[in-house]
Nanobody, 124 residues
């Protein structure tokens, strides 16, 4: 089974940037659809972005389009979420998720493997 470890969270001012990484072990990222979700206090976990295992095509939630970019590095067995022009409403714990040969679903239940999450805080 694949294990996922997120890194790169932190505190940033509005308009700033952060880069989140998800390192996979026990499996190769090009066999998994990899995704990022986030969860703010008192809210449901929500889809942010996913990259397909096959074509490596990325998909995004409407609220992050043009600001976030998801990429995959097969040689490092990682996926990276570049987040630009961050807003206070982007504050949340960000989770990396994986589904073996799965579709790029925005649904939490479709992903079998999850990391522990990394906190992103955006100050006004």
């Amino acid at each position: 089974q694949v294990q996922l470890v997120e890194s790169g969270g932190g505190l940033v001012q509005a308009g700033g940037s952060l880069t989140l990484s998800c390192a996979a072990s026990g499996g190769t990222v090009n066999q998994y659809t990899m995704a990022w979700f986030r969860q703010a206090p008192g809210k449901e976990r929500e889809f942010v972005s996913a990259i397909s295992w096959s074509a490596g095509r990325s998909y995004y939630a409407n609220f992050v389009k043009e600001r976030f970019a998801l990429s995959r590095d097969n040689s490092k067995n990682t996926v990276t979420l570049q987040m630009n022009n961050l807003k206070p409403e982007d504050t949340a714990v960000y989770f990396c998720a994986a589904d073996l040969y799965g579709s790029t679903s925005p649904l939490v239940r479709e992903y079998a493997f999850w990391g522990q999450g990394t906190q992103v805080t955006v100050s006004p």
